[in-house]
């Protein structure tokens, strides 16, 4: 007979669920951990990962389309899309048994099913009654219940995925066949990313977006320099665009969609709806509980705590911004409070997002607009990779980075890049923001050259009036 | 083991600075904090504190030493019971020569600038607080002492966070014995941390009240005369230009001063355990109230300038005060001092001494009041000064004596443009 009683039951195995089991683990308590599908979460099976080797591919597909101001030459370059897909999804099977490896080295017993509060037992602890299909449920008791269970697409009336025509970000990671022409729904990140995919793999590719402008949560520069490389890439864009009724065929749909009163008709192979998602709150037992939920996500303090005593949500089930970084954090942060040590409730100014579209962007913090609104006078810096050496050499001159300073206190409220390898450089910015350094700081940081972080000096002595190489 | 106290960088711009006072002496015992000794730069005074602990074995800097250079090793500590080393272990760091004894060592200093030269951020107590560069910067802007401060982040570090929090509100206080004796008012109240010149004022005015036998002697003078030749002479100022000129009353008063000095020049003079010694110069402090304190810019050998000389004089060292961009030889040393709130309309006040200097004249409002001339009623436009002197020094007499003198130079003015 297996354990069934614990310190600490998380429900859900992604990137909240898994390491919140591995740090309860090292911090000595006992811990399980209930999960329905797959170990990694959405993250590592449908999300993040499989999207990151799908993008890795059409990358390639893209330079070996562009060879020759390197002096390359090369005839007949083509794919095998189903090869492409397939390594995709061998990452992320590679990725999720590396979770129950480490799961089980941390001695973390798995369940396999659907976990759902189930009142409480004698003696305080919590029940959480674990069911799959028609297999005998059992119960686990646990002085705590984590709930990480995530969060899914969103499903617009009449947008519907159907999984053949119309598909979710699960459908795209997994098509069957290259379809030549497709209408992307929602220029958030998912959007982004699978229509630089998709194009960049050689597809006629439209974005459409019901906001002003695309990636509509970044800094509007931001936006304006994504639009304008994407279309040189030969994406279409349309914004402030509203979509019609779908028709749809045997093998194609027809989508009509309307921008300041006009209306244009698509007729496409595959359909991508990527409107956001929703927290997965169903069937979790919070009925009855004194657990708040608030438009699909369930209401927390900043220190996870739902309102029912000894129950805490973490991750895309607790909210935005729905980020796998954050959901890790916050499950760390979630366990060390149960064990006692002293918490630093996560601000969300200070979690990086970073969208894998060509170019990549990257940003932490206020954007300009937003820092505004928010009564700072700013300093702005802005620097053009294009007078940055290692871009230069490597061809990859597209893009700038951009920072926003308190011209009072010369803290850091905000970085913006878009360019090749941000994601990667970010964390430079967010380690200053978290650390609260100051526009001193970080001038007075020695950047490596030839590097393309340089340009992310240079963004910072530019705000302060003296950008040298620009 | 021995411990150098190096000379420290206590502004981004200093690069030398005067070793103005010993707070310890030789064989004093030192704990973390406290203050070595006050060293004057451009901008300040400010003190040193001891970041080690242990026995001031040797001083290396004698006091008034100008110009000694940021890292010259000035003082060494040693643990209780070690021996002083007689030399010092880096030779580069050879403390320079006092100014006082040789002339020449100064043109040798100067010839090699220790600007460039990084500091040792070992001596800035400041480095002990644990607090993000933001948070630094905050608690600057809003005058909050970082060492009252809680910090939250990780490890008890500092983050904005605690420094916002804290504005306003009254911190947590260290030390409770100097608080404790303070009845808090219900209404709250407010922390306001020392300046470093709030603290050498305190500890200079204590001193100086507490061990100079101060006593007062007041006049009221007729300023009339004195205003009629003001107007005069500013009558003949060109309208513009390097030659023009707008003399105060203040200015006439300092001159006058200067006048009444040299004819009672006892009063100009400072008491030591030796002997009474008599300035030859006439060099004239005036107090000058800046935001957070008070300087005092001198003017030198006021009795040899013209009035115009000690009015551009004078504007100029206001203006410089104002902005803190005196040099410590603009505002140390004077052998008198005056301080004047006649601008505020005050009847009359008692100022405290300056040490060294044996006197202070405190100048009231000059205001029309009825007079008697002879056996007849008269408007005179009339002040009350008085003047504050060191007993050690001054007797009743001379100061009556010397506050006649002064009278008699203002009421009859002449004698300013001699």
């Not at chain 2, 006082?100 to 990084?118: D, G, H, I, R, Y």
């Not at chain 2, 560069?133 to 605690?162: E, H, M, W």
Request: charged content about 20%; overall charge neutral.
């Amino acid at each position: 007979m297996s354990q069934t009683d614990f310190d600490i039951l998380v429900i859900g195995g992604g990137p909240g669920g898994y390491v919140a089991a591995l740090r309860a683990s090292q911090l000595g308590l006992s811990v399980g951990v209930v999960e329905a599908q797959h170990l990694g979460g959405i993250c590592l099976n449908w999300g993040c990962i499989p999207t990151k080797a799908l993008l890795r591919a059409s990358e390639i597909n893209h330079l070996l389309h562009d060879l020759e101001p390197y002096g390359f030459k090369a005839d007949n370059v083509s794919y095998d899309f189903g090869k492409v897909v397939a390594r995709s999804r061998a990452v992320s099977k590679q990725l999720s048994s590396g979770v129950a490896h480490l799961l089980k080295k941390a001695k973390v017993p798995v369940f396999d099913g659907y976990g759902k509060l189930d009142g409480v037992a004698a003696g305080g602890k919590r029940k959480t009654l674990v069911s799959k299909d028609k297999k005998e449920a059992i119960t686990l008791t646990a002085k705590h219940v984590i709930l990480a269970t995530g969060a899914r697409a969103r499903a617009i009336p009449g947008l519907e995925p159907d999984g053949k025509l119309v598909w979710s970000y699960r459908e795209a990671l997994v098509p069957d066949a290259m379809p030549n022409k497709l209408l992307v729904i929602g220029s958030g990140a998912i959007g982004t990313e699978f229509a630089s995919f998709y194009r960049n793999m050689g597809a006629d590719v439209t974005l459409v977006e019901v906001a002003p402008r695309i990636l509509p949560v970044e800094d509007e520069e931001i936006s304006a320099a994504a639009q304008k490389a994407f279309e040189k890439q030969g994406i279409k864009i349309l914004t402030n665009a509203k979509i019609g009724e779908l028709k749809k065929t045997e093998t194609s749909v027809t989508v009509p969609v309307e921008v300041n009163g006009k209306t244009q008709t698509f007729t496409v192979d595959r359909v991508i709806s990527a409107v956001g998602i929703v927290g997965n709150v169903e069937n979790l037992g919070l009925e009855g509980t004194k657990i708040k939920v608030d438009r699909t996500h369930v209401v927390t303090d900043a220190l996870c705590r739902t309102g029912e005593p000894g129950v805490y949500a973490i991750g895309d089930l607790a909210g935005a911004p729905w980020l796998a970084h954050k959901a890790s954090h916050e499950a760390v942060m979630c366990v060390e409070a149960i064990a006692g040590k002293t918490v630093h409730p996560i601000d969300i100014t200070k979690i990086p997002g970073c969208t894998y579209c060509r170019p990549q962007i990257a940003s932490v913090g206020y954007t300009e607009a937003k820092a505004k609104e928010s009564g700072y006078t700013v300093r702005v810096g802005k620097f053009p990779l294009i007078a940055n050496g290692k871009a230069l050499a490597m061809g990859e001159t597209e893009g700038f980075i951009k920072t926003v300073f308190d011209e009072k206190t010369g803290e850091l409220l905000g970085a913006h890049m878009i360019g090749a390898e941000v994601t990667e450089m970010i964390q430079g910015y967010v380690i200053a923001r978290s650390g609260e350094l100051t526009e001193a700081e970080l001038a007075e940081t020695i950047f490596p050259h030839p590097t393309i972080s340089e340009s992310m000096h240079e963004a910072v002595l530019a705000a302060y009036g003296g950008a040298l190489h620009f | 083991m021995a411990i150098e106290v190096l000379m420290p960088a206590l502004s981004p711009t200093m690069t030398e600075g005067a070793l103005a006072r010993w707070l310890k002496r030789e064989g004093d015992a030192v704990s973390s904090g406290d203050v070595l000794a006050e060293i004057e730069t451009d901008k300040a005074t400010m003190e040193v504190e001891a970041v080690d602990e242990g026995i001031l074995g040797r001083i290396l800097i004698p006091e008034g030493t100008q110009g000694v250079a940021v890292n010259t090793p000035i003082a060494i500590l040693v643990a209780e019971g070690e021996s002083v080393p007689d030399t010092l272990d880096i030779p580069s760091a050879k403390p320079p020569q006092p100014a006082a004894q040789s002339a020449e060592a100064s043109p040798v200093l100067s010839a090699k600038p220790q600007a460039a030269e990084p500091t040792k951020p070992a001596n800035k107590p400041q480095n002990k607080v644990f607090a993000s560069p933001l948070a630094k910067r905050i608690a600057k802007q809003k005058g909050l002492d970082l060492s009252q401060i809680t910090g939250s982040g990780p490890n008890g570090r500092i983050v904005r966070k605690d420094v916002e929090n804290a504005n306003g509100k009254p911190q947590k206080v260290a030390s409770a014995p100097s608080s404790a004796t303070i009845a808090s008012p219900s209404g709250g109240s407010q922390v306001v941390p020392h300046s470093t010149m709030r603290k050498v004022i305190a500890r200079r005015l204590t001193e100086a009240k507490s061990t100079i036998p101060h006593f007062y002697v007041s006049v009221d003078i007729e300023l009339d005369a004195l205003m009629a030749l003001r107007s005069q002479l500013n009558a003949t100022s060109p309208e513009e230009g390097p030659e023009a000129f707008k003399l105060s009353v203040n200015d006439m008063l300092v001159k006058a001063a200067a006048v009444a000095l040299k004819r009672i020049p006892t009063v100009n003079a400072s008491f030591t355990e030796e002997a009474m010694i008599l300035h030859d110069d006439v060099d004239i402090s005036i107090a000058v109230s800046i935001p957070d304190g008070l300087i005092t810019p001198i003017v030198r050998q006021a009795d040899k300038k013209s009035l115009r000389q000690i009015s551009q004089e004078t504007k100029d060292l206001v203006k410089r005060a104002r902005a803190g961009k005196l040099k410590p030889e603009e505002f140390q040393g004077g052998t008198f001092s005056i301080s004047n709130m006649g601008m505020y309309g005050v009847k009359d006040f008692s100022a405290i001494i300056n040490p060294p200097q044996a006197a202070i004249l405190a100048i009231a409002a000059g205001c029309k009041q009825p007079v008697v001339k002879g056996n007849e009623l008269a408007v005179a436009t009339v002040m009350t000064v008085t003047l504050s002197v060191d007993h050690r020094v001054v007797d009743g007499s001379v100061a009556a004596e010397w506050l006649s003198a002064f009278r008699s130079v203002v009421e009859s003015p002449l004698t300013l443009v001699i």
